[in-house]
C-alpha cells in the first residue's frame, strides 16, 4: 500500500525547517528511500509522520503542516481542483483521483458532505495523515476561491487529539472524532463559489492523465537489472548478496557498487526495497510460513527477518497475513 500524498507533505516539512535527513534518522530510513519515488509504502509513512511529530515537537504537526499547503506544492491535484468550474466541481473532480494518490483510500463528494475514508485506522500515528489531507482540501478551497468558506461540519474517523482549540481555529467549528468516515461538510453557497482560475476543459484534461502525472519517474534501466538479479537469485533458492547479484549480471562487486552510486543509490538499499516487496507478496499469497519465507530471503532467522520487516514497514509480518 503506497501513499503519493507523503512527498507533498515531506517538501511542506522541509519549507517549515525540518529537514529530510532529520526525518529519515527518527524514522530509521535513508534519504534516499524518501527522495527516490514519489510513492511511499502506507506503512512507511506512518513511521514518517510519527517521526515528524518527534523532530518538529508539534503534536498538530499534520494540521499545520495541511492548513499551510497551497496549490502549486500538490502536483497535478492543484490544477485538478483549481481549474474546476466552481467549488462543487473542484472537490469531485480531486475525489475522482484521490485513490491514485492514497492507495486503499476513498474519497467522495456526496451532497453537501466531502467523505474520506483512510486506508486503515490503526492509532494516534494515524491522526496526523487524516488531520494533513482534510486540513490541506479546505485550505486549497479557500485558495481556488478567494474565500473563507463556511464549514458546516468536520468529523474525524480517529482518536482525538490533546486539545480541540487548533482545530476550531482553522476549520470554524468544534469537530467530532471517533466517527464512521472522517468529513467536511460545506453549506451550498460555498459549494456554488466560482473558481478563480476556472478552466473546465483543463481540469478535465489533468483528472484524464493524473495516473502518468503522479507516477513519478521510473527507476534507471540499471537499477531495474539489479532488482531482476535480484529476483532471479531468490527464484533459484540463491541469497541475494551483492557477488551473487554481480555474477549474475556479469559484472564486478565494485562496479555494480560504482553504477548504483551513480543511479544515487545502493545495493543495500536496492535490496531492502526488493526483499520487502517480495515477503509483503509471499505474505498475502499465504503460501509459504513465516519461518519459510525467512530462510527464503537468506535470514539466519525468523527474528532476524521480523525485525528487518518491521523496519522497512512499521509493523511484523503477522499483521500483514492477519489482514489477508
Known amino acids: 500500500m503506497s501513499g503519493r500524498s507523503l512527498p507533498f507533505f515531506l517538501r511542506a ?5 525540518v529537514s529530510l535527513e532529520e526525518l529519515a534518522r527518527a524514522a530509521d530510513l535513508s534519504v534516499a528511500e524518501l527522495s527516490v519515488s514519489h510513492a511511499i509504502e502506507y ?19 499534520g494540521l499545520h503542516l495541511g492548513a499551510g499547503i497551497r496549490l502549486d506544492q500538490v502536483g497535478p491535484l492543484g490544477p485538478v481542483m483549481g481549474h474546476a468550474r466552481d467549488l462543487r466541481c473542484g472537490l469531485e473532480a480531486l475525489a475522482a483521483v484521490f485513490s491514485l494518490v492514497v492507495d486503499g483510500s476513498t474519497l467522495s463528494l456526496e451532497g453537501r458532505s466531502l467523505r474520506y475514508r483512510s ?37 474525524f474517523e480517529v ?23 472522517s468529513s ?17 476543459r483543463f481540469s478535465q484534461l ?53 553504477r ?23 505474505l498475502r499469497e499465504g503460501s509459504l510460513g513465516v519461518d519459510e519465507i525467512a530462510e527464503r530471503l537468506g535470514y539466519a532467522s525468523r527474528a532476524a527477518f521480523e525485525r528487518a520487516f518491521r523496519r522497512w514497514t512499521g509493523e511484523t509480518p503477522a499483521a500483514v497475513r492477519k489482514r489477508q
Open 119 to 155: 486506508p486503515r485506522v490503526d492509532g494516534p500515528a494515524l491522526r496526523h495523515g487524516v488531520d494533513a489531507i482534510l486540513a490541506a482540501i479546505v485550505a486549497m478551497a479557500r485558495e481556488c476561491t478567494g474565500r473563507p468558506l463556511s464549514l458546516e461540519a468536520v468529523a
Open 260 to 282: 548504483l552510486r551513480r543511479a544515487d543509490t545502493s545495493f543495500r538499499e536496492v535490496r531492502a526495497r526488493a526483499l520487502r516487496e517480495i515477503a509483503t507478496r509471499w
Open 184 to 200: 467536511l461538510v460545506f453549506d451550498e453557497r460555498s459549494l456554488a463559489l466560482p473558481m478563480r482560475s476556472a478552466d473546465p
Open 13 to 17: 516539512l522541509e519549507h517549515s525547517g
Open 43 to 61: 506503512d512507511t509513512g506512518m513511521r514518517l509522520w510519527r517521526a515528524a511529530e518527534s523532530v518538529s515537537g508539534d503534536p498538530y504537526v
Open 159 to 181: 482518536e482525538p487529539p490533546p486539545r480541540a482549540g487548533p482545530y476550531e481555529r482553522f476549520f470554524g467549528v468544534r469537530p467530532r472524532w471517533r466517527q464512521p468516515v
Open 206 to 258: 489533468v483528472v484524464e492523465n493524473a495516473g502518468a502525472l503522479l507516477s513519478g519517474p521510473a527507476a534507471p534501466p540499471w537499477v531495474r537489472d539489479v532488482e531482476g538479479a535480484l529476483a532471479g537469485c531468490l527464484r533459484d533458492g540463491l541469497h541475494p548478496t551483492i557477488e551473487s547479484v554481480a555474477e549474475r549480471l556479469g559484472t564486478s562487486r565494485r562496479s555494480l557498487q560504482r
